[in-house]
């Protein structure tokens, strides 16, 4: 009869699982991050619609430049909600109503895009002051980059906005500039540590294999 020392297994098991749990401690991934530079001139056109019965308009704002970086050459602003601070004469643009005391309406974006599946998703706020001694309408703000799509996929980071548009323009047409924007987004990146898994597995069988080929013969 063969008898079998249970024992003996437990022993030779405790090495076995030592080694499974320093495999799976060697397949963690590291994070690192893609940051990349966007500096970019886009002309612009700004639609102004009033809301009825409010003080509050609803602007769309599109751009355009065919050299723009990583080819987003298309920049759009929708649901955006402006009005003039009665306290500075400044134009106040917010994506999100409430603030204007409007509710029901729908969270204005900004995206980035051109004629591939790479894009930006963010949101915005600016101020614009008017400059009747030049005849234009200076404005600023930020941009914080929330998302993307394709190689953007996760995206985060800042941009500052400055745009300029020409007051001496038929005011019933969109008025048209230009808005700078400057800074840079980062997209997420996983990095394997090296692949030691396989290798450590492949030498804790074999050990453990030879330790029980011992005890049994």
Do not use: W
């Not at 022993?11 to 966007?38: D, E, H, M, R, W």
């Not at 190689?151 to 038929?170: P, V």
Request: with cysteine; charged share 15%.
């Amino acid at each position: 009869m063969i008898k079998i020392n249970m024992r003996s297994h437990s022993i030779c098991l405790v090495p076995l699982v030592f080694c499974l749990v320093s495999v799976g401690a060697n397949t963690t991934k590291a994070n690192a991050q893609t940051i990349y530079p966007f500096d970019v001139v886009y002309d612009t056109e700004v639609t102004l619609t009033p809301i009825p019965s409010t003080d509050v308009s609803k602007a769309f704002v599109s751009g355009f430049n065919s050299d723009a970086p990583y080819g987003l050459s298309n920049f759009s602003s929708i649901n955006n909600y402006s009005r003039i601070d009665p306290n500075t004469g400044n134009l106040v643009f917010v994506q999100d109503a409430t603030k204007f005391g409007l509710q029901g309406l729908p969270i204005g974006r900004d995206e980035f895009f051109g004629s591939g599946d790479d894009k930006l998703f963010g949101r915005s706020s600016a101020t614009a002051a008017f400059d009747f001694i030049n005849r234009k309408l200076v404005g600023s703000g930020t941009i914080t980059i929330t998302g993307g799509a394709g190689r953007f996929s996760g995206a985060t980071g800042i941009f500052n906005l400055s745009e300029i548009e020409s007051l001496d323009q038929n005011p019933t047409s969109p008025l048209r500039g230009q808005a700078f924007l400057s800074g840079s987004f980062q997209t997420p990146q996983q990095i394997p540590e090296p692949r030691t898994g396989a290798t450590l597995f492949g030498i804790c069988v074999i050990g453990i294999s030879s330790i029980l080929r011992r005890r049994y013969l």
